[in-house]
C-alpha cells in the first residue's frame, strides 16, 4: 500500500522550498542518488520553511537520504546501533537517525530492517488512513515503535521515500511509517533476522518496503485454535502465560522434544505450523497436537499443562 494513498498524518516534506528536506546521494554519483523528495506526497499544509506542518499545526524537519547508515558515516553508538535490541527508544541519541532496508528474515523476504539487521512489523489493529497507532502502554513495550526526533536522518535502502512518513503518536513521539502503517520492532526478537513476530495473535506481520504484510499468517494465522496438526511442523512457539497472547511470555525452539524452561504456565501461544504439546516432561504424559495461533489454550483442555513440546 503506497503512502501516496494512505496519505499519513505527518509526512516528509518536498524539495520544492531553499531550506527543505536534502536527499543526499552516496557518493555523489547516480547510484544510490536520494529520490526526490517532492515524489512524497505533500502533507495536509505544507511551509515556506520546507517543514512538513500536521492538521494540529506541528511542523517537524526530518533528512531523508538514500543509502544505509553506514554509507552515510552515521556515528556510531547512535541510531539504530545504539537501540538494544527488543528495547524502546528514550534517548535522543537513539532517535537520531533510523534506517530502513529491503532484505530478508528467516523466511520473510521482502521483510524490512533497520540499520542493526532487526525485522520490522506492522499492526493489524492500527490503520493506515489515517496513518494511526494503537499500540500505548504495555504494548508499547512488548512493541517499541520506531521513532525519530525532530531533526533526525532517515536512510532508506531498497524502500521507496515515497512510501516513508511520520505520524505524531498519543504519548507525543514520532513513529515512523511504511506505506501509510506504523513499523514496530519486537521485544522477543533478540538477534538480527529473528522473526518471533511473524503472525503473533494473528495480527502482527512483518512489514515489506511498500507496507504491506510479509510472509503468510503463522500456521495460517488466527483460526487455527487447536487445529490437528494442518500445516507445515513448527521449528518455535512463543508461550504466553496469559489468554490473548498476552505478556509474560517465554520462547521454545526445537528440532524434536524441547523441555519449556516455565513450565505450566501457558494459556495461549502463538507457533509457526504445527506441534505437540506434552503435560509432562521430556514429551511424556498427556499430549495435544495444536496448529498456529491458540488464543485460548482451555479450548483445548491445555491451560497451565504445557511442560514440553515436539517439534517436527
Known amino acids: ?67 544505509t547508515a553506514r554509507q552515510h558515516n552515521a556515528p556510531q553508538r547512535t541510531g539504530d546501533w545504539a537501540n538494544p535490541p527488543g528495547k524502546p527508544a ?25 540499520g542493526s539487521g532487526f525485522t520490522l512489523y506492522r499492526f493489524d489493529k492500527d490503520t493506515a488512513r489515517p496513518s494511526k497507532s494503537t499500540c500505548n502502554g504495555a504494548c508499547a513495550t512488548t512493541w517499541p515503535p520506531v521513532l525519530v526526533d525532530p531533526g533526525s536522518k532517515i536512510f532508506v535502502n531498497g524502500v521507496k521515500a515515497s512510501d516513508v512518513g511520520v505520524i505524531r503518536r498519543d504519548d507525543g513521539t514520532r513513529q515512523v511509517t511504511i506505506g501509510g502503517w506504523p513499523v514496530y520492532r519486537f521485544s522477543k526478537d533478540l538477534k538480527p533476522g529473528d522473526t518471533n513476530g511473524q503472525g503473533v495473535g494473528g495480527t502482527w506481520f512483518g512489514v515489506t518496503p511498500d507496507g504491506q504484510k510479509a510472509g503468510r499468517p503463522a500456521g495460517g494465522g488466527a483460526g487455527q485454535d487447536g487445529g490437528q496438526g494442518q500445516g507445515a511442523p513448527a521449528t518455535s512457539v512463543i508461550l504466553f502465560d496469559n489468554r490473548n497472547f498476552q505478556d509474560p511470555a517465554q520462547g521454545v525452539a526445537g528440532p524434536g522434544c524441547q523441555n519449556v524452561p516455565r513450565p505450566k504456565v501457558a494459556s495461549s501461544l502463538s507457533a509457526d505450523g504445527s506441534l505437540k504439546l506434552w503435560s509432562r516432561r521430556d514429551c511424556k504424559g498427556e499430549s495435544k497436537v495444536v496448529s498456529g495461533d491458540v488464543a485460548d489454550l482451555r479450548r483445548v483442555n491445555f491451560d497451565n499443562k504445557v511442560t514440553s513440546i515436539a517439534f517436527g
Not at 509526512?11 to 552516496?26: H, K, P, R
Not at 530502513?100 to 524490512?112: E, F, Y
Open 1 to 67: 500500500m503506497s503512502s501516496r494513498t494512505a496519505k499519513p498524518a505527518l509526512l516528509l516534506a518536498s524539495l520544492a522550498t531553499v531550506g527543505a528536506l536534502t536527499l543526499t546521494a552516496c557518493g555523489g554519483g547516480s547510484e544510490g542518488a536520494g529520490e526526490p523528495a517532492g515524489n512524497a506526497p505533500a502533507a495536509n499544509a505544507e511551509r515556506s520553511d520546507g517543514k512538513a506542518v500536521d492538521e494540529s499545526g506541528y511542523a517537524m524537519e526530518l533528512s531523508l537520504r538514500s543509502g
Open 90 to 114: 528514550t534517548k535522543p541519541v537513539q532517535r537520531k537517525w533510523v534506517q530502513l532496508s529491503a532484505g530478508r528474515a528467516g523466511d520473510l523476504n521482502p521483510v524490512v530492517v533497520n
